[in-house]
């Protein structure tokens, strides 16, 4: 197992109807700022359960944060911020709308005006953020307890992460019941982007972490579990809480401790979404099938041990085995609705090059051992036509 460091200050407020707790957790006198995004808000009663909480505190509205958050929106908020005296922020959306909000606490007190440079300096030069917590409505990115923000700029169609350690949450309140109002493809892609998060934390190689490979086990086995039931089970709380709380735990830190990590689904994902504005969870199933198809060898040990434990493939010679855990993967994406392959999202061949001239112009190497280069990801994209 690796050495390691671990930190997260965010405290969560799990279950149902606790959303009231703002009252409690919210500093009294302060100016809160809601930022929010297309409306979906308004249209379930979570907004009026959090204006109904603050009641009694000064409370403006920032909304239209879309899907895949944009540079140039969030821009316009930190202004607002400025322009009303604002002292804490409070997000009430999915990944989307944390995401920004992490980004509107940075760039406020950003000390050059080109705000894009936290995204090219992967959040390096952050030296004070604005306090903010959640209310998160869609169970899949982790946002909600950690630290990371991913910020796309419709100018050039980049797509970028950063981190910050000042960019935690102070609190996040995950109530299962707002997850009810969540269209199927919405419940699909959260339950996808959880899978491959872990994925990206366990898929790698082996060094021994046993307690870690097993938190991974236990997330994805819960996904498939409850992946497989909430489509038919809709109204069903304890599906939702279990999912809403793996998606927390699948990105908060906890599972990658002691772990090498891989991330390259994630980063040529983000390209397909820049460039095709493709929905996040939507490459990740396409791109995931096509790392393990081409890695599958660098992956072998660690492929055949979660075969075994996640998806109980004990039979067949080691390639066979192999080749199982991939079509179970593959299986489980297409049994809850999600795309495997690019033409199925209406791309073909002429898709691949802008995003393989893009790896090669940032030099970039990819996956746990770097072998991910601009070739590899062409080979990894064919795989997916
Ligand atoms: O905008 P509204 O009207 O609220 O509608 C949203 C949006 O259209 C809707 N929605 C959310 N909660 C709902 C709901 N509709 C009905 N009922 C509810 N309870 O769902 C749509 C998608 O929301 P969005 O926030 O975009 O989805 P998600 O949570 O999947 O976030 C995706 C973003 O997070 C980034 C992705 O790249 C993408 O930009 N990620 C962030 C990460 C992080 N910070 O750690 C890691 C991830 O890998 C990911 O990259
Ligand atoms: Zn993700």
Same mark, same amino acid.
């Given at each position: 197992?690796?050495?390691? !460091?671990? #930190?997260? /200050?965010?405290?969560? *407020?799990?279950?149902?109807?606790?959303?009231?707790?703002?009252?409690?957790?919210?500093?009294?006198?302060?100016?809160?700022?809601?930022? #929010?995004?297309?409306?979906? $808000?308004?249209?379930?009663?979570?907004?009026?359960?959090?204006?109904?909480?603050?009641?009694?505190?000064?409370?403006?509205? *920032? &909304?239209?944060?879309?899907?895949?958050?944009?540079?140039?929106?969030?821009?316009?908020?930190? +202004?607002?911020?400025?322009?009303?005296?604002?002292?804490?922020?409070?997000?009430?959306?999915?990944?989307?709308?944390?995401?920004?909000?992490?980004?509107?606490?940075?760039?406020?007190? #950003? @000390?050059? %005006?080109?705000?894009?440079?936290?995204?090219?300096?992967?959040?390096?030069?952050?030296?004070?953020?604005?306090?903010?917590?959640?209310?998160?409505?869609?169970?899949?990115?982790?946002?909600?307890?950690?630290?990371? &923000?991913?910020?796309?700029?419709?100018?050039?169609? =980049?797509?970028?992460? *950063?981190?910050? !350690?000042?960019?935690?949450?102070?609190?996040?309140?995950?109530?299962? !019941?707002?997850?009810?109002?969540? /269209?199927?493809?919405?419940?699909?892609?959260?339950?996808?982007?959880?899978?491959?998060?872990?994925?990206?934390?366990?898929?790698?190689?082996?060094?021994?972490? !046993?307690?870690?490979?097993?938190?991974?086990?236990?997330?994805?086995?819960?996904?498939?579990?409850?992946?497989?039931?909430?489509?038919?089970? %809709?109204?069903?709380?304890?599906?939702?809480?279990?999912?809403?709380?793996?998606?927390?735990?699948?990105?908060?830190?906890?599972?990658?401790?002691?772990?090498?990590?891989?991330?390259?689904?994630?980063?040529?994902?983000?390209?397909?979404?820049?460039?095709?504005?493709?929905?996040?969870?939507?490459?990740?199933?396409?791109?995931?099938?096509?790392?393990?198809?081409?890695?599958?060898? +660098?992956?072998?040990?660690?492929?055949?041990?979660?075969?075994?434990?996640?998806?109980?493939?004990? =039979?067949?010679?080691?390639? @066979?085995?192999? +080749? %199982?855990?991939?079509?179970?993967?593959?299986?489980?994406?297409?049994?809850?609705?999600?795309?495997?392959?690019?033409?199925?999202?209406?791309?073909?061949?002429?898709?691949? =090059?802008? $995003?393989? %001239?893009?790896?090669?112009?940032?030099?970039?190497?990819?996956? @746990?051992?770097?072998?991910?280069?601009?070739?590899?990801?062409?080979?990894?994209?064919?795989?997916?036509?």
């Amino acid at each position: 197992m690796y050495n390691f !460091q671990y #930190y997260n /200050p965010t405290k969560i *407020f799990f279950g149902k109807d606790q959303i009231k707790e703002l009252d409690n957790i919210l500093p009294k006198g302060k100016r809160i700022m809601i930022v #929010y995004g297309g409306g979906s $808000i308004k249209t379930n009663g979570v907004l009026s359960q959090v204006e109904e909480a603050l009641k009694g505190n000064e409370v403006f509205f *920032f &909304s239209g944060i879309e899907p895949n958050p944009h540079y140039e929106t969030c821009i316009k908020c930190v +202004e607002e911020l400025k322009n009303n005296g604002i002292d804490f922020v409070l997000a009430v959306g999915g990944g989307s709308v944390i995401d920004a909000t992490k980004f509107i606490v940075a760039a406020f007190y #950003y @000390e050059n %005006k080109n705000y894009w440079e936290i995204l090219e300096t992967n959040g390096k030069y952050i030296k004070k953020a604005m306090p903010f917590g959640t209310v998160l409505t869609l169970p899949a990115t982790g946002s909600e307890m950690n630290s990371g &923000s991913v910020i796309t700029k419709k100018e050039t169609l =980049e797509k970028r992460a *950063f981190h910050s !350690q000042l960019c935690f949450p102070q609190f996040s309140i995950l109530d299962p !019941q707002v997850t009810f109002s969540l /269209p199927d493809k919405q419940i699909t892609n959260g339950i996808v982007d959880t899978f491959v998060h872990v994925i990206e934390q366990y898929l790698t190689y082996n060094v021994d972490n !046993q307690i870690g490979d097993r938190f991974s086990e236990s997330i994805l086995s819960t996904l498939i579990y409850c992946g497989e039931r909430v489509f038919l089970d %809709k109204t069903n709380y304890d599906i939702r809480a279990n999912l809403m709380w793996a998606a927390t735990l699948g990105l908060n830190g906890l599972i990658a401790c002691g772990s090498p990590e891989d991330w390259a689904t994630h980063m040529i994902g983000h390209e397909l979404t820049a460039f095709y504005n493709l929905d996040h969870g939507v490459t990740l199933s396409i791109v995931l099938i096509g790392v393990m198809n081409i890695m599958k060898e +660098e992956k072998k040990d660690k492929i055949l041990q979660m075969g075994e434990r996640v998806f109980n493939i004990y =039979e067949g010679t080691i390639q @066979e085995r192999i +080749e %199982k855990t991939i079509y179970a993967t593959e299986s489980f994406f297409k049994q809850i609705n999600s795309p495997t392959r690019l033409c199925e999202v209406g791309l073909d061949e002429k898709a691949i =090059e802008p $995003i393989v %001239k893009r790896m090669l112009d940032r030099n970039w190497s990819l996956g @746990e051992n770097g072998t991910i280069n601009y070739e590899k990801v062409r080979l990894i994209l064919e795989d997916r036509l």
